[in-house]
């Protein structure tokens, strides 16, 4: 159930420090993000319903917020779509802060996809101060591009605008978007075909791909086609990656395609192995064609999810290991359960479903609750008069 207007967790103290000086906030739901395995893992997840035990307004008033982070000072970190990087303040007196955190040169409107995207903070980022960010704009000649980036928190706001990767392909959809540093300390980057299919199968193409980077931006010496940031091809349009917290392996969520049937639906979720080629556009859905690989789980020919952002539940407890994404079309929240072997489903299920309207992100916290972004004023859904909104999701 859904309690409260507040926009701050009255069980979270306020006051971050400042970067410098990171003191952990004494209560559960605002300390540092797990991005280690836990020492005592539970063997599998419940393979069974959870239970939705609160829902709680962290904030509201976003516009088409996209990503959402926990900075360990206690900051919560959101983009949004317009190019927007606010600030969310936990605890009694905070809240959505007025003043962006930064804003940037991003290319957005109503009813497309493209925009400020991906948000990942460094993983030493008490340390360093650095955040990466994901956006689309406008290149010369009229036409959308993507880049990524690295800012410097500076005081409180964002400094240093750095280019990493520059002329990522782009259209006013499928600009995938999502980043998120693996185990391995890489940066993973999900793109999208820019409305241009045959780039997903060009190995030469940084479009509908899952790339793989060193921090300054760089190709690891270790990927799978030598100096190249391409870790994975065959993509549509990525818009989710977690990584399992026992194995460390990738998996994503992937928007089929839209119309009629046949070319309909088909929204996959995709266990990612180096190199590997998931088909696009040459088949769709699970057709077995060896050359490719088929999804874990997919919409099938009449169903459509339009899955975006994702987590793994990686706090030691009964759902430990599930997999969760949120959508956006289908408006719940999903939650797969696969088998031990990470390549098929034991179990399935919806949660949330048509309380909230469009879902665009989920984001576990140390304490296994998990933040959720709305994403209906993104010109595509029906917004309250509270959109959008972060909420604090509470499964047992």
């Known amino acids: 159930m859904r309690r409260g207007l507040t926009c701050a967790l009255a069980a979270i103290v306020a006051c971050a420090q400042p970067a410098t000086a990171p003191t952990p906030i004494p209560t559960s739901t605002a300390s540092q993000p797990v991005r280690t395995t836990s020492p005592t893992p539970t063997p599998s997840p419940r393979i069974g319903p959870a239970v939705v035990e609160n829902v709680q307004l962290i904030a509201s008033g976003l516009e088409a917020p996209w990503s959402v982070a926990l900075a360990p000072d206690g900051r919560l970190f959101v983009t949004e779509r317009p190019g927007r990087v606010r600030i969310v303040r936990l605890g009694a007196g905070g809240g959505l802060e007025a003043k962006p955190w930064a804003t940037l040169p991003a290319r957005a409107n109503p009813d497309a996809e493209r925009g400020l995207l991906g948000l990942a903070l460094d993983p030493d980022f008490a340390r360093t101060g650095f955040v990466y960010l994901y956006y689309s704009y406008a ?62 199968q060009d190995p030469s193409s940084l479009g509908g791909k899952i790339l793989r980077l060193e921090k300054d931006g760089s190709a690891p010496a270790d990927n799978p ?61 699970k057709p077995g064609d060896q050359r490719f690989r088929d999804p874990i789980v997919w919409s099938g020919n009449f169903d459509t999810w339009a899955p975006s952002g994702a987590a793994f539940a990686t706090r030691p407890g009964p759902l430990r290991g599930s997999f969760l994404f949120a959508t956006l079309r289908g408006q719940h929240l999903h939650r797969i359960v696969f088998t031990p072997d990470g390549r098929g489903v034991a179990f399935e299920e919806r949660l949330l479903v048509n309380q909230y309207g469009r879902l665009r992100d989920v984001y576990e916290i140390s304490t296994g609750e998990f933040l959720v972004l709305t994403s209906n004023r993104d010109g595509r859904g029906r917004p309250a008069a509270d959109d959008d909104r972060v909420l604090l999701v509470t499964l047992r």
């Open 225 to 285: 086609f030598r100096g190249s940031p391409v870790f994975s091809l065959g993509h549509r349009n990525v818009q989710g990656l977690a990584f399992q917290p026992d194995t460390g392996v990738l998996y994503e969520t992937e928007h089929g395609p839209s119309g009629f049937f046949p070319a309909c639906c088909q929204d996959e979720v995709n266990r990612i192995e180096a190199g590997a080629n998931y088909g696009w556009p040459i088949v769709t859905g």
């Open 139 to 200: 290149a010369p000649g009229g036409a959308t591009l993507n880049r990524l980036v690295r800012m410097h928190d500076t005081n409180g706001s964002g400094t240093d605008e750095t280019i990493l990767l520059d002329n990522i392909p782009g259209s006013s959809n499928h600009d995938g978007g999502r980043i998120a540093f693996g185990p391995d300390g890489k940066l993973y980057v999900a793109t999208g075909d820019g409305e241009q299919q045959a780039r997903a």
